[in-house]
């Protein structure tokens, strides 16, 4: 039954297709590193270039140590697919999905029909199969050839013809071609290849059969011997490396040691390059076992022994191979080059537990079945985990060239200029950042062309500042002559962003002078303690989000000069209504270290503003304040009334790259929605509309905005007219963007739960369908329990309240604010809003303070809580300065919030005078 299973096609067709998936998943989120650099160099050369492996890296002609082959299959599935990331990686995950049925095909060959699926899952599920598919590197094409060169091996150990062994040659040359290190690959088949032509072809031909023993006792003492004295021999051989009369290659080192070449192949086979062995090393130790009792267990008819000894070989002699490289040549082995071991580890694994199963079945107990399902849910867990690791996003998760060119797409100025160093990967830089107006310059080709002087005089003079991207690390031991050449300018930016192989950090570098001795011609002056001008300069319109520059020309005064000083900046309209607020913390670090700032001398300092798109065409409040933040003491403040040029110039952002349309509604398209994503019963929901007119605006377009229940049916809605007395829709411009704010208010009955944001455009002769475009949860409040004990316990009744009682401060004093806490539980919520009141009665009969609020410090309702729920207020009250000594009473009660009538007030049940519950007393001496 399960033999006709397993030969069912639908169930390789199955993983190859979860596969995919797999690989799919998470594939664009996934940006390039420095390698993937070097694969964008040799696929945008012509084929010549890649066929002699010339890449002109940085203008400057190199060669690439990798071969042509993975290169030219990836050019011409570019002609195809487009150069998007998302189509040239999807080369590498059909090439790691073909893994998976070269995987089962060769577990059928070489194992059994059993085994075959619990491979291919292996390779469907393992981590670096699924890590090298998001990579445009040849990693994952090296797994299928080498299943494919290995299979023909096996059919020449079994059938000797020519056709065979030339597919062979020809596959091999392929590998060899994709990966040099393939060759360990090559010459470990070759070895058991030869051995096997001697053993079945020379060796019968010599009658003498003692000559044939001491051949095979020859070849296992020269292996052994090998084995014995590999480390000996190696120093040998570098011995007379080094005396030969050739070019050499590099500093020979020692051998790598074969053990933790093993448990990294393990390790990478099992967790991944995500993840490692949570128990030191025992769960990897556990799957050599396991492959260990695999090729024990091989049998396969009369050919068995020799196809053990093919598989035994590539497992062995790639690991000796790349332990004794090192000592020729420097390089350091890495799981990369020795990925084609990962399927013979699948291969054996899954064959080690069908032959327990087998063996398990023969028994009369089932604790061996235990012992064998026990296996496998382990090996499948354990593959599952570091799959699932793999998509796991952590700080060294990738190089994080998106970022950093979103930075600079971001605060990118006229004037600006972006070098890179040799370790930065250009091709990259230049797919991300090609449609924007910027010069790209190469540190390398700077050094050749100008010594130090003449560079900075000629950067300053066509530039206002810099950006250096000094990735790679230090980037001073690339280039220090153009590190000595920066060092004249101010850097006053550096930014890292996440590197997995490689440091990945942005400097930015002031060219033009920051210290004036008066205020320039170009800055507008104003009347503030330490600031004495500004200017607003617009942003870049390439990045996600608009930012405007504000200059503020400050002038400091000693005890400011050695504190840093932040910027609290809001925007706000003519009618008061609040759009955006900053806070920048060390706005001006770049100056109090200058040493020219001080005394008269104006210095400039350059705050990025994150400026939301589409504000109208409306005049505008900039409040500005100056603090240091140390000591929360604020240094200067300044209202500054930004006319129509100045609106025009830099705070509207009528037309911007980054922003996409949502949905069409009549006349108008809908860029952008923000809300906030979650709310309490009771608060207003703030949402900014973004729109983009098709055509000119008529008058009477009104905009319905409402929540939906998870059934879709309104539950409250806000109509108001599009646009603002200042900025009314029909001034609207066709194509350009326009921002304005609507306030939903929620009931303070309002159910919590998940609602829906709809949209809804009414307009002279014209309704839209309502477009659902955003959603916010309404939280509940959290439920508390009524509070204990009280100094001054009660039990009366006010509204459906019942007043615990209050707690008195530990001492009284006049003329500073005394804080009451009165204690409250909710026998009947109320029907309608009350608010709830203290005073303090003096010993004359009048008032001598008091305190209305609502729960929560007035931000909830009393209609919100549930029966049996309790909550507390504080009640902060002054006595006067002058309040007299003597016996002072305490009074609550509660009103309605909407007319001020009392809520009844009760004592066991008999009504209170005036509705007033007398709390206790206390005594001012």
Known sequence: ?????????????????????????????????????????????????????????????????????????????????????????????????????????????????????????????????????????????????????????????????????????????????????????????????????????????????????????????????????????????????????????????????????????????????????????????????????????????????????????????????????????????????????????????????????????????????????????????????????????????????RSFANHIRSNWANGDVLMLNINTPEAILHDMLGDMPIEFVYAFDQIRLYDDARWTDQFAAKYRRIWYANTGGDASEQNPQIQRALARFPRIQRVDFGGRTTQVQLDLFQLERVDADKLPADAIAIPGLLAKGYRLTPGSPFGETPITTLSLWLRLPEDVRTHTLAVDARLSDTGNNLWMTWFVADATKGIVVNPRCRGEVICRVDIPLAMPAGLASQPYVLGIRLVEPAADVQRDALSLELGADEVLCCIRVGKFNSVKPIARLGALELAAVETPVSRRPGESVPMNLVWRPVAHVPSGFTIRVSLLSQFGIPVLSVTKTAGSPLAPATAWNPGELVREQVQVATPKTLRPGAYSVSIQVVGPGERTPAVVVGHVTINDFVRKGPAGTTAFPNSDQVGGLTFLGYDPPDRFQRGARTEFVSSWRVDTPPTVDGVLFMHIIGPDGKPAGQDDLQPEQNTRSLQTYQAGEGFVIQHRITLAADAPAGRYRVIVGAYNAVDGTRFPASAKGSALTDDLIEAGEFVLP
């Open 1 to 401: 039954m399960i033999c006709r299973q397993i030969q069912r096609p639908w169930l390789p067709v199955l993983l190859c297709a979860i596969t995919f998936g797999l690989r799919l998943a998470d594939l664009i989120n996934r940006g390039f590193w420095l390698d993937e650099s070097f694969t964008l160099l040799r696929i945008y050369g012509s084929w010549a270039d890649i066929l002699r492996n010339f890449v002109a890296r940085q203008n400057t002609p190199t060669t690439d140590v990798l071969p042509m082959v993975y290169f030219l299959l990836l050019k011409a599935w570019m002609l195809f697919s487009g150069q998007s990331p998302f189509a040239l990686k999807l080369f590498s995950v059909f090439a790691s999905m073909l893994a998976v049925p070269v995987t089962w095909v060769a577990s059928r060959r070489f194992f059994s029909r059993a085994s075959a699926p619990l491979a291919a899952l292996f390779a469907c599920l393992c981590a670096s199969y699924q890590w090298y598919g998001w990579e445009l590197r040849m990693y994952t094409l090296m797994v299928p050839l080498a299943i494919i060169q290995l299979y023909l091996a096996a059919r020449m150990l079994e059938r000797f013809t020519w056709p065979t062994l030339l597919l062979w040659f020809l596959v091999a040359a392929a590998s060899l071609a994709t990966h040099y290190s393939f060759a360990s690959w090559v010459l470990a088949q070759a070895l058991v290849l030869v051995g096997s032509f001697i053993w079945k072809v020379l060796l019968p031909r010599v009658a003498n059969r003692k000559l044939q023993v001491g051949f095979a006792l020859l070849v296992i003492s020269l292996v052994a011997m090998g084995i014995l004295f590999g480390p000996r021999i190696a120093d040998t051989g570098r011995r007379i490396y080094a005396a030969l009369p050739v070019v050499k290659l590099g500093t020979p080192t020692p051998p790598v040691p074969l053990l933790p070449m093993v448990m990294d192949v393990l390790n990478n086979t099992v967790f991944g390059p995500n993840a490692t062995d949570p128990s030191n090393g025992i769960i990897l130790t556990g799957f050599g076992v396991l492959v260990l009792v695999g090729l024990v267990a091989m049998s396969h008819g009369h050919h068995a022994p020799e196809q053990r000894g093919l598989i035994f070989a590539c497992l062995l002699v790639p690991l000796v191979f790349w332990s004794l490289v090192p000592t020729l040549i420097p390089n350091r082995p890495s799981y990369r080059y020795l990925i084609f071991l990962t399927p013979l580890v699948h291969l054996t694994i899954a064959n080690s537990i069908v032959w327990l199963g087998t063996r398990a079945g023969r028994l009369p107990t089932g604790l061996v079945r235990l012992v064998v399902a026990t296996v496998f849910v382990l090996v499948f867990g354990l593959q599952s985990f570091g799959l699932a690791q793999a998509y796991v996003h952590g700080p060294p998760w990738q190089d994080d060239w």
